[in-house]
């Protein structure tokens, strides 16, 4: 076990485990091998039952009360980290919350938690797999309906149980493989053998169809970015500020008077999504706006939806998208419709001054977002991480269907299910868990 392992699993570690700031409760939760000897020093209980509420004055090493709490005891391994645990509802305050943490620092064997601490303990103790640990974080994180549906499923062991699926099925064929390798005087049978091999193509097929989910889950965390672009003083500051009603974009008469990009974080009907206003796209600019234009064709080239804003005046003359961004959903929108002498019923005509038009292309915007990332399915990819492992699961799962060797296929099989491992941390390196833990909170 490397060192700093053995040293983070026998402390009792301890941090706020709510929001900071001020607030009505506060829950301090304590982790480790310490937790009934904290109780009672710091509240005079030596047999708490395990998951009975009580309520108590929680006082310093020198007897005086710091504040009133309700104390609730887990007895590992029934807890959140599998060790025995403790929380303390305080009152939300900050001096309390500081003198608690301070309370109990001064109790030999107990330091602060590191981010995720509690989380990583869960999973070494077996509590979750880290696909669940990064959908607790990810239901942390959850600001839309739909990210929390997502998060909540991946929490639950939606993607964890599918790939401890998978990847029993692939050491099963390994057994299998490697039982006849050890005893060479008997032949595996070639029924058996192509049973395998069928079974290993219909893993294949349903990894690949996995794989090819047009990074939804992974958007549905992200956010979905929709870029405002268009040629200068079409509108389109006028139009992120009358899409969002709010006045995020300077607005003026100027050609080129936006250079940042400017961003707004929407929720519409559970989905996350990114709105941006971006430079008017132009060929004549000093530097600066090169470089707002330059920022624009790339926040354009990123996003899952382009608004193309056309100023209605000019109807029915179109500017061109600058090249490359042909294959990207588009909605055109003529702008200024408040000053167009006719408004074609077949096109998308707005007014960002009066907002008429703005309703309907908000509808147009909901139908593109539930048309192309709406799909509901149970345990989509949320991460890079996964989809890099499922390729290389996939790699060595052709390689294994292709080589007749006994012992080459089973290796390809162990490369296979070792990588479906990696996903859920079931066979794991230290360091990938300080990957994975640092982005979270701590407390959690
Ligand atoms: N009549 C009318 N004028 C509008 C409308 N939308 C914008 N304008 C005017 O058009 C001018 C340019 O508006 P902006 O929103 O700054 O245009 P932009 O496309 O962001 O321009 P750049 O940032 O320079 O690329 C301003 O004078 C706005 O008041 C509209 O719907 N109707
Ligand atoms: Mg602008």
Request: with cysteine.
């Amino acid at each position: 076990m490397p060192e700093n392992l053995s040293y983070c699993l026998t402390d009792t570690i301890y941090a706020l485990s709510s929001g900071l700031g001020k607030g009505g409760v506060a829950v301090i939760r304590v982790s480790g091998s310490r937790v009934l000897d904290v109780v009672s020093r710091l509240t005079g209980l030596t047999h708490p039952e395990p998951r009975y509420a009580y309520f108590k004055p929680v006082r310093t090493s020198s007897g005086s009360v710091i504040d009133h709490a309700l104390i609730l005891y887990f007895k590992g391994p029934h807890s959140f980290t599998g060790e025995d645990v403790v929380e303390f509802q305080v009152h939300g305050g900050r001096g309390v919350i500081q003198a608690i943490l301070t309370a109990l620092g001064e109790i030999p064997g107990c330091r602060p938690a590191d981010r995720g601490e509690f989380s990583r303990r869960a999973v070494i103790n077996g509590k979750m797999d880290l696909t669940e640990a990064e959908g607790l974080l990810d239901l942390i994180n959850a600001e839309t309906e739909r990210q929390r549906v997502q998060a909540l499923g991946q929490m639950e062991g939606v993607l964890g149980r599918l790939y401890d699926n998978w990847r029993d099925r692939l050491c099963h064929h390994m057994a299998y493989i490697e039982a006849f390798i050890d005893f060479p005087e008997e032949e595996i049978p070639p029924e058996k053998l192509a049973g395998i091999d069928e079974d290993i193509q219909s893993l294949r097929t349903a990894i690949q169809n996995h794989l090819n989910d047009g990074r939804i889950g992974e958007k549905l965390r992200e956010g979905f970015q929709i870029a405002i672009i268009g040629v200068p003083n079409v509108g389109k500051s006028s139009l992120i500020n009358a899409l969002t009603h709010k006045n995020v974009a300077i607005v003026s008469q100027t050609a080129g008077t936006t250079r940042d990009v400017v961003e707004v974080h929407l929720d519409v009907d559970g989905f996350p999504v990114i709105l941006a206003d971006t430079a008017g796209l132009r060929e004549r600019a000093d530097e600066i706006e090169s470089e707002g234009i330059r920022r624009a064709v790339q926040k354009a080239d990123e996003a899952d939806l382009i608004l193309h804003v056309q100023d209605g005046t000019l109807y029915p003359a179109v500017e061109p998208l600058p090249p490359g961004l042909s294959l990207k959903t588009v909605l055109t929108v003529w702008n200024k419709a408040d000053k167009m002498r006719e408004q074609p019923s077949d096109v998308m005509c707005v007014s960002a001054l009066t907002e008429s038009g703005i309703p309907e292309l908000w509808a147009q915007i909901r139908t593109v977002l539930e048309r192309d990332f709406g799909r509901r399915d149970n345990g989509m990819i949320t991460r890079e991480r996964y989809r890099t492992a499922l390729a290389e699961c996939v790699r060595s799962l052709d390689r294994a269907l292709t080589v007749s060797d006994l012992e080459l296929k089973a290796e390809e099989l162990r490369l296979a299910a070792r990588a479906l491992g990696r996903i859920t941390g079931r066979i794991e390196a230290e360091d990938l868990l300080d990957v994975i833990f640092r982005d979270f909170c701590i407390g959690k």
